[in-house]
């Protein structure tokens, strides 16, 4: 089995994470190389759940945070973007961004501070990269919610250095327009509904996105057509078109008012909901936020993307996105991230915590 050296710097230790190859759905290896580095440590109580590592310290501390990330990456490309390699002060291979620099980071802190000034859990994840229904987090908070308790969690996803409060809704339609099948030959017998769909598209052209204000912080929202299918053969006027349609949306608004709006952007097509998670509101007006922010000194902006802080929210546990690199390379086939920001968010970890 590979084995993780803890006392290594946060950029060797970054590297060694991202070339232990691990997948959605192949993160065995790797969490039981972090198992194994973590039950090492005795101010830790180590819990396994599946390819979830979940490490506690217990020293009676007035409050509890956590610290969370998750061990799985998108596919490789071909060829493979790993192992990893330095390119000047960049470490470049998959997960350098999303978000093994992140989880380097968590374990680094786990290993260095045995006397935190908060009791500390981490949390190492499996299967964020897939399907709701199999991420690790979202399974122990379903089964053992006791052990994601806490009054302040930090999402170590990539955030290119600063604090990114909350994170904004998504959720997905299947937009149809219906038609009535002919030959192509004959097009008149029938009614294309390729063609009629053209008035969805309009509508997603024509639809102006707002840009929605949140506890302070500003949240784009974005509709777009993220799909479309229609057609069975060469030779038959299609009967049916259906666009898929991904609308993210701010916190102040759930998914079923998001619903709602999609059925009346839509109005006069059938539309089927495929997959919703609520956003989480930023709630940085809240103690424990205030504090971290204060702590790491470094800018604060909204998520615009989705991330597991919603399933804290969910929880009831307060939560932020904090990590190192940058989130627009994130999947990218040449993921980099620059290994001063690694340094940076261990010792900005360390200021709040030891």
Sequence with gaps: MSRLDLSTDVVSLTAALCDLESVSGNEQALADAV????????????TRDGNTVIARTD???PERVVLAGHLDTVPLTTPPNLPTRREGDELVGRGTVDMKG??????????AVAE???????VFYDCEEVESERNGLARVGRNRPELLEAD??????????????????TIRVEVTARGKAAHSARPWNGVNAIHGAHAILGRLTAYEAQTVEVDGLAYHEALNAVGIR???????????????VNYRFA??????????????LFEGYDVRVTDAADGARPGMQLPAAKAFVDALAVPVTAKEGWTDVARFSALD??????GPGDPNLAHHDDERVPVQQLVDAEAALLRWLA
């Design 230 to 244: 229609g057609g069975i053969a060469g030779n038959v006027i299609p009967d049916e078109c259906v666009v898929v």
């Design 317 to 322: 546990i307060p939560a932020v996105n904090f």
């Design 59 to 61: 020293l009676g501390r």
């Design 116 to 122: 935190p000034s908060r009791d500390v859990t981490f």
């Design 251 to 264: 916190p102040s608004m759930t998914s079923a008012e998001a619903e709602e709006h999609l059925r009346e």
């Design 152 to 169: 302040f969690a930090v999402l170590l996803e990539p955030t290119d250095g600063g604090i990114e409060g909350g994170c904004k809704g």
């Design 102 to 111: 992140g989880v380097a980071v968590q374990l680094r802190i786990a290993a």
């Design 35 to 46: 198992e194994e580095a973590l039950t090492a440590l005795p101010h830790l109580s180590v």
